[in-house]
């Protein structure tokens, strides 16, 4: 729980873009928590969980949506670093 207060995402956030900037900004926090969670988790009953995982749901479905392949998401990165 104390982790969640340290990932500030509030717990009725709708908008995906903003959910997904908070994660961004604790990004260790979040892989923390999403690692550990399992589908019978008693976090997934948190509403600042349910955010992350719909927002991680949208971002899903619109990169398969898209077609967008994992080689060039990982492209943008090594572009960005060089």
Known sequence: ???LELAKIP???KDVEEVLKKM???K???FFLLRILKPTSKLH???EVKAVV???KTL???IVE???RVGFLLQLHEAEAT
Do not use: D, F, G
């Open 1 to 3: 729980m104390y982790l």
């Open 11 to 13: 717990a009725n956030q």
């Open 24 to 26: 961004l900004q604790m």
């Open 28 to 30: 260790e926090v979040w």
């Open 45 to 47: 009953s948190l509403a």
């Open 54 to 56: 719909s927002a991680l």
């Open 60 to 62: 899903r479905a619109l």
């Open 66 to 68: 898209h077609n967008i």
